[in-house]
């Protein structure tokens, strides 16, 4: 597919757990920055201050309580409204191209999958933050559970890092993690599904070929 190089295009990174997508996210980035493009890396929850200190408490393994389901939700699309108005609509306005560790998906599928909220309140917020703009593309990565918890687990003791709320969860939540992203992945054309079980070069291939669509 031949677009015009100045129109800004979003793209979206997917995926559970230790599935590689900062790594590839990056790989795409210098791909696209060798062909001459403006291109965004950021991330979700985060991408501008408030939305990093609201990511923090997401995140953040040892509040004083129990944070409750629909806390967590509200506290993404919150995030989220501010890292739309504030980094990613303005970039694609200029012609940038926006490639995003995580969206809205993640949302679907981690808060309504994984914490079994009702998806029709889901995609109430969805509408009210993103007023209809969706990715261009998403890539989800995608890998056994088994790999990518080893992964990231095995990443997490090498860095020191403190173990946040979404990584002691129980097995069974990643396992409706997953049927989120594959039930997700079946229903959204804008998906493509990439093997991340694979050798890290041939997951590279496949996301050039994925983004060779676009340039």
Known sequence: MTNDT????FITFEGGEGVGKSTNIEF???WLHE???EVIVTREP???EIAERIRNDLLKAHHGETMQPLTELLLVFAARAQHLLQVIKPALERGAWVLCDRFTDSTIAYQGYGRGLDQTTIHALKELV???LEPDLTIL???PLDVGMGRAQRRGQSAGEETDRFEVEQRAFFERVQQGFQALAASEARFRIVDASQPLADVQTHVVMLLEEWV
């Not at 100045?6 to 295009?9: I, N, Y």
Request: proline share 0%; aromatic share 6%; net charge positive.
């Open 6 to 9: 100045m129109q800004g295009r």
């Open 28 to 30: 795409a980035a210098h």
């Open 35 to 37: 062909r001459g493009f």
């Open 46 to 48: 985060g991408g501008t």
């Open 130 to 132: 993103q007023q209809g």
């Open 141 to 143: 990565l995608d890998a």
